[in-house]
C-alpha cells in the first residue's frame, strides 16, 4: 500500500456491491463538509443529525435522495470532517452519485484508508483497527463477538496495562544502575526487580493463552480427510458439514478432485477438505486429483485418516503405506497432527474388529470410531478435534492474529532472557536491554512501534470505504 496523504479528502462506497434498500457513500477529509452542501444545495448541516436531502448533479438535474449526517472532526470516526450519504441502494446510482463526489474534489479511498486515517488521527490503535476488518469477516458468532471485544479496547488494555508495568520496570532497573543507594544496597538481588519481572511474566503468559485461543477463533483450523477409496470420507464430510456436500457412491474413486467446507463446530471454524482416495491408478483424471490430496495432506493442521473398520487393516500400517516413511521405518509425516477415524461402526459387530473403539488409542494415536450411516461417535469426533487443537475459548475471549502471537511469543522470550541475567549473573545492563526489546515488541502489537511496511499490508487488506 502505498503512502497515504491526508491533504485530500477520500471517498468511497461504504456498502456491499449489489442491490440494497440503502447504499452508503462516506467522505473524509476537509473538504467534506462543502461537497456535502455542493451536492445538496444546502448551506449547513448539523453535527450528528440527520439531514433529508436531494443530490444534485452539474446540471442541478436529481440524482438521487436520502440522508445526509455529518460528523464535526475531531469527533468521527477518522478524527476529521466525516460525511455519510444514505441513498438508495443500486449499484447505478451509487456510481453516479460517487462520480459526482468525485467531481466536486474528492479523491478515491484505498483499501482501508479511513481506518488508517483514524490510526494516525489516535481515535483507535492498530488492536482496534485490526478487529474491524476481524469483526467484518468474522465465521461463527464466537470470533464475530471476540472481535468487537478487542474492536472497543478490551484486548488492548490487557497489553497496555502490561506495558505500563514493563516501562515502570524498565525504569527501576536503571535507576538502580545509576543511581546506587547511598548505603550501598544491592537493587539487583533484594529480590524486588525479580518479584516485579515474575508478575509480569505471569500477566504475559494469561494473555499470551487469551491470544491463542483468538488465533484459532480468526483462523480456524484446516482438517483434511484422506484415506483408501470407498473409506467413507465424502461421507463423512456430510455428516460434519449437516447437508449432502460431496457425492457419495459405492464405486471406487467417486472423488477425484478435493472439496472444501467451512463449518463451525462448537465455535470452532473448521476449513474441511476432502481428498480423492489415495492409490494407485491408470486414471489420469484421478492421478491429478491424488496428487492434489497429498498437497493437501502436507498442509493440514490436522489430518484425519478415515479406514473402514469392516476391512479389518491395520490403520498405523495404512498410514505408513499411505502417507510414506522413511528409510528407517519411522513416518515421513508429522505424526501429531494425525487422528485415525474408524468408519462404518454400524457395519461390525463389537469383537469383529481389531481396532473397535472401546480403545482410545492405537499404538500411541488417538482414534475416533463413527458411523455416518447412524451419526454415531460424531460429536465424540468434534468434541475431540476441538480438544487436539486445544480449543477452550473463555466465555470473554479476544479475537487475535498471528503477527500477536509471534509479537508475544518474542517479548516472553526478552523477559526470560532478562529473568537469567538478573538471577543468574546480576548484569543490570543486560537485564534493562533486555526490557528495553520486550518493551518493543509488546508495543508493536498495539503500533506503538511499527514500520511502515506493517501498518501498508494490515490496512491494505481492509474493503474499501472501510
Known sequence: ??????????????????????????????????????LTGKDSFTPRLASFCRFYDADHNVLDEGLVLYFKAPHSFTGEDVI?????????LQNQMLARVFELGAHQAQAGEFSYRAFENDKLDLLQAEAIADAIDATSAAAASSAIRSLTGA??????????????????????????????VDFLSDGVIEGKLSAIQKKLATIMATAQQGQLLRDGVHVVLAGRPNAGKSSLLNSLAGQERAIVTDVAGTTRDTLQETIVLNGLTIHLTDTAGLRDTTDAVERIGIERARDAIKQADLLLLVYDLSQQEDPIELATE??????????????????????????VEQGDSPHLADQE?????????????????????????????????????????????????????????????????????????????GQYSL????????????????????????
Open 84 to 92: 455519510e450519504l444514505q441513498g438508495h441502494g443500486g449499484m447505478i
Open 443 to 466: 508495543g508493536e502489537i498495539t503500533g506503538e512501534f511499527s514500520a511502515d511496511d506493517l501498518l501498508g499490508r494490515i490496512f491494505g487488506s481492509f474493503c474499501i470505504g472501510k
Open 322 to 347: 499411505l502417507f510414506g516413511s522413511t528409510d528407517t521405518g519411522a513416518p515421513s509425516f508429522d505424526t501429531s497432527k494425525l487422528l485415525l477415524i474408524g468408519n462404518k461402526r454400524d457395519l
Open 155 to 184: 484486548f488492548s488494555v490487557k497489553i497496555n496495562d502490561i506495558l505500563e508495568a514493563l516501562i515502570e520496570l524498565r525504569l527501576y532497573v536503571e535507576a538502580s544502575i545509576d543511581f546506587p543507594d547511598e548505603e550501598d
Open 1 to 38: 500500500m502505498t503512502q497515504i496523504s491526508q491533504t485530500k479528502t477520500i471517498a468511497a462506497i461504504a456498502t456491499p456491491v449489489g442491490r440494497g434498500g440503502v447504499g452508503i457513500i462516506r467522505l473524509s477529509g476537509s473538504k467534506a463538509y462543502q461537497i456535502a452542501c455542493q
Open 361 to 437: 488409542t492405537v499404538a500411541g494415536y488417538q482414534q475416533i470410531n463413527v458411523s455416518c450411516e447412524t451419526s454415531e461417535g460424531i460429536e465424540q469426533l468434534i468434541t475431540t478435534l476441538c480438544d487436539k487443537v486445544g480449543f477452550h475459548p473463555p466465555e470473554n475471549s479476544l479475537i487475535a492474529r498471528t503477527r500477536h502471537i509471534d509479537a508475544l511469543r518474542r517479548t516472553q522470550q526478552h523477559l526470560a532472557d532478562a529473568h537469567e541475567q538478573l538471577v543468574a549473573y546480576q548484569a543490570g545492563e543486560l537485564v534493562a536491554e533486555s526490557l528495553r526489546q
